[in-house]
């Protein structure tokens, strides 16, 4: 089941072409994106910082570049998703391109007899009578309100592109099962992580008897993990697993999961712990019952941090073109700043893998500690 050298040399050179690209469009939407001042520098490492912390959130559409056209105007190169938003006039949808790229609230969108203007990433519906949004000493809008955001964010987005590529990936190879032995193709590759998350994680931990039962779902949770952080390094800037509502919401299903198939000796030793004296018994209970809470929130912010971390760090390393440019030159500074964040990207593909491994061992080791079965003597 090797792959030929020929096959290796053409998946190494088409991987690091990739993310060699990743690099270099990562490197020039910074470069484009940060503001500077009158005489064309930067102004300060206050505006890099804000826009890596605004690079790593959650966005409306796909920004991939811009660049001055001409006659010096601003262009931007990218696509849009849907904005769908409840207003108080009822339900509006429209294209994100409607705002023209506008985050700052200055560019009002008229639909359905509302005005809504978009100001870092969120949607306010202006009152009557307002053109631009307001905000008071404490930054609280005085003439508009948050709407209601069910819009198809870039997260959003993302999380659907991988949920297809796992239901395709999987479904053509659960059909090559049926017909033969090996799979072939992409299920070569998949069949190995297959069989490891489940002979190395699933059944060590949860057991012979009852491992089954859960495959199914570690299995889910490590692809889904390992596919969204390897999207992440790629030119159109996912940040999936980075946004602390998706690994809110994985974290919480390894906790309900844990929880209901938790056996009767599970509950026995959270409620009332054998082989303790009574008062002892009193004074864990509460303290076993909270740790069943700070085991799925420890995964929700391992998750959250270490791929967050990932995302500053590789931005940071890029800003260097820009706030090394007077000492080193463009070329020195920009040369410098793609070598240590080309670098550091490759070495995030190991954390990819290693972040999806570390959530699924630890779902399996929680979960195997609800079903085992003691033996009390």
């Not at 060699?20 to 490492?45: P, Q, T």
């Not at 023209?100 to 008229?110: A, I, K, M, N, T």
């Not at 056996?263 to 082989?275: C, Q, S, V």
């Amino acid at each position: 089941m090797r792959l030929g050298k020929t096959t290796r040399n053409k998946v190494v050179s088409l991987f690091s072409l990739f993310f060699f690209w990743g690099a270099l469009a990562a490197s020039d939407k910074a470069s484009s994106d940060i503001k500077s001042d009158e005489n064309g520098a930067v102004s300060s490492e206050t505006q890099i910082s804000e826009y890596i912390l605004h690079h790593i959130k959650d966005a409306h559409d796909f920004h991939l570049f811009s660049y001055n056209d001409s006659e010096g105007h601003r262009k931007h190169i990218g696509f849009p998703l849907p904005v769908i938003v409840k207003t108080s006039k009822g339900m509006v949808s429209f294209m994100s391109s409607e705002f023209h790229h506008d985050d700052s609230g200055h560019h009002v969108v008229e639909r359905s007899g509302v005005s809504l203007v978009k100001y870092h990433e969120k949607i306010y519906e202006l009152n009557p009578g307002a053109h631009e949004i307001a905000f008071d000493a404490e930054h609280h809008p005085t003439n508009a309100h948050a709407v209601l955001d069910l819009s198809i964010t870039k997260s959003i987005f993302g999380f659907l592109v991988v949920s297809i590529l796992m239901l395709l990936a999987f479904g053509r190879m659960a059909r090559q099962y049926k017909k033969q032995s090996i799979p072939t193709g992409l299920g070569r590759v998949l069949e190995p992580l297959v069989l490891y998350v489940r002979d190395e994680i699933a059944r060590p931990n949860i057991g012979e008897k009852h491992y089954r039962r859960f495959t199914g779902f570690l299995m889910t949770v490590f692809f889904f993990i390992w596919i969204s952080n390897l999207l992440g390094l790629t030119p159109l800037g996912f940040n999936i697993t980075g946004q602390i509502a998706v690994t809110f919401s994985l974290a919480l299903f390894t906790y309900l999961i844990t929880q209901f198939s938790g056996t009767k000796d599970y509950w026995k030793h959270i409620f009332w712990m054998p082989g303790v004296p009574v008062p002892m018994k009193i004074i864990l209970a509460p303290i076993e019952l909270l740790g069943t809470l700070t085991k799925p929130f420890s995964l929700m912010i391992r998750l959250f941090a270490n791929i967050s971390a990932g995302h500053i760090v590789v931005m940071s390393l890029i800003s260097i073109a820009i706030i090394m440019k007077s000492s080193l030159g463009a070329t020195g500074a920009t040369l410098l700043s793609f070598a240590l964040s080309f670098f550091l990207t490759l070495i995030e593909l190991l954390v990819a893998f290693l972040q999806a491994y570390i959530f699924t061992m630890l779902s399996a080791l929680f979960i195997g500690m609800a079903v085992e079965e003691h033996d009390h003597h």
